[in-house]
């Protein structure tokens, strides 16, 4: 009786064609919703034409956060990935910016030690091991009450009753994640003494290290979306809708002087006639199927692999997933169970 019943059984899955996987979604966004210079001089945030990013001066740490020049873009996802439609796994995800100032940024793909940028005298302090200092970009994080569902462009720059240009006080800042799964404010890395997980670092096709960088070239961020709490970022930001993230770096300059990076802004005329491009960004995400128990393998369907499953863990069976009831035994009712989820 019970060979001919799981012979019918078999059968019967032989029948149902086993569901398709979840589509990737493409997503394709050529210009940020959000793209504010973070700098304590900037008088007009948010209508920028020119974006920079540099350090403030090492020898002289007690004003300016050390990545002094920041800049902050906020991606509105929600356009192409409906808010609160499911939670979705990152597959792919690259940042683009294009360069405003021409040849006079040395190339470096690689981060520096933070010892490079300490004060002279400091012991610990250490040369820069090759040309130019890297662009790197990473998440961002707020205080003085906002979030990023609050900060705009034109948003507060300090915390309420601060000197904007005290260390640690901007609003929104570059934000990594430490070794204890921290999501910390990485504007004074050098002084606190840690090496930056940041994001990506800023890459260009086709460029040796060393070597200026001419205008109008573009700087791609390939996210490490391997990184468990990057792509717990991401995932946070595609279900709120905006994905901020952050550009800075600790290129070297003098009060008032140096050469560094500058970047187009949407609001760049070259940029609103088409000339250039501001900043872009590129990811693949895939739905992450919600499953009810009788999915075994959370394909998003009751079907015949999961039929499959529990037929053949048929009979006793300690802490089995296809024993419904858990009462120690993969029976009838647990198949009868399963049988009326079919399909779900």
């Known amino acids: 009786m019970k060979t001919s019943f799981l012979f019918l059984i078999t059968a019967f899955m032989s029948c149902i064609a086993a569901p398709a996987f979840a589509d990737v979604i493409d997503i394709q966004l050529n210009q940020p919703a959000l793209d504010r210079w973070m700098y304590p001089f900037n008088s007009t945030p948010g209508t ?9 001066d090492r020898d002289n ?4 956060d050390a990545r002094d020049g920041q800049i902050l873009l906020a991606f509105d996802t929600g356009v192409q990935v409906p808010i609160g439609s499911g939670q979705y796994e990152i597959i792919e995800a690259e940042v683009s910016i294009s360069f405003a100032n021409d040849m006079v940024v040395q190339y470096d793909p690689t981060s520096d030690p933070w010892q490079m940028f300490l004060p002279a005298g400091d012991s610990r302090r250490v040369n820069d091991p090759d040309a130019g200092q890297s662009i790197e970009l990473a998440g961002v994080g707020f205080r003085g009450g906002f ?9 507060a720059y300090a915390v309420s009753g601060s000197s904007s240009l005290s260390p640690g006080v901007r609003n929104a800042f570059a934000a990594c994640y430490d070794n204890a799964n921290n999501f910390v404010d990485m504007s004074n890395n050098p ?9 990506a670092v800023g890459q260009v096709a086709g460029l040796s290290a060393g070597q200026l960088i001419a205008q109008d070239t573009v700087m791609t961020f390939q996210v490490n979306v391997a990184d468990a709490n990057i792509q717990n970022y991401l995932r946070q930001g595609i ?5 901020f993230f952050s550009v800075s770096s600790l290129t070297f300059v003098a009060q008032q002087a140096g050469n560094y990076p500058a970047f187009y802004a949407k609001e760049n005329a070259y940029v609103q006639f088409g000339l250039a491009d501001a900043a872009q960004l590129r990811m ?8 009810i128990v009788e999915d075994l393998n959370c394909s998003g369907h009751v079907d015949s692999a999961d039929l499959g499953s529990l037929l053949g863990k048929f009979g ?11 009462d120690g035994f993969v029976d009838s009712s647990d198949l009868g169970r399963m049988l009326g989820a079919f399909g779900q």
Do not use: H, W, Y
Request: proline share 7%; with cysteine.
């Open 48 to 56: 920028r034409s020119v974006l920079t990013t540099f350090g403030s």
């Open 61 to 64: 740490p007690t004003q300016f």
């Open 147 to 155: 979030t990023a569902a609050t900060f705009m462009e034109n948003s």
């Open 191 to 199: 002084r606190v003494g840690f090496q930056p997980n940041v994001f």
């Open 239 to 243: 279900q709120a809708g905006r994905t």
């Open 284 to 291: 693949k995400v895939r739905p992450i199927a919600t499953c």
């Open 316 to 326: 006793p069976c300690v802490d089995c997933a296809e024993d419904f009831n858990k």
